[in-house]
């Protein structure tokens, strides 16, 4: 069965960097496009970055551009994000998500994600 597993959260001050993973399992990663999204404690989840099935394109939300970096490595079936210059307001459960090539869209909603990771907590103080 398909299983993305998130890891590399934890709590640092403003204007640290954490690196997280999603390690994927169950799929042919080379045809899947993923995404990673996030969600404060009564907010609504926000998409923060998706890249493409080959990892050579990528979208940020405008609130982490310049900041926070994707990449995709399909031999290690692993998606990445490297996040910079923390802030507090980057505080969230952080998710990873796949969709596949049939899709037809690399960046879709997120009602249209095939399958997500569990989570890991990001916190940041100021």
């Known amino acids: 069965q398909v299983q993305l597993v998130e890891t590399g959260g934890g709590s640092v001050q403003a204007g640290g960097s954490l690196r997280l993973s999603c390690a994927a399992s169950?799929?042919?990663?080379?045809?899947?496009?993923m995404g990673w999204f996030r969600q404060a404690p009564g907010k609504e989840r926000e998409r923060v970055s998706c890249?493409?099935?080959?990892?050579?394109?990528?979208r940020y939300a405008d609130s982490v551009k310049g900041r926070f970096t994707i990449s995709k490595d399909n031999a290690k079936n692993t998606l990445y994000l490297q996040m910079n210059s923390l802030k507090p307001e980057d505080t969230a459960m952080y998710y990873c998500a796949a969709v596949s090539r049939a899709s037809g869209s690399w960046c879709p909603p997120s009602r249209d994600y095939n399958y997500w990771g569990q989570g890991t907590q990001v916190t940041v103080s100021s």
């Open positions: 890249i493409t099935y080959s990892g050579n394109t990528k």
């Open positions: 169950g799929l042919i990663f080379d045809d899947y496009a």
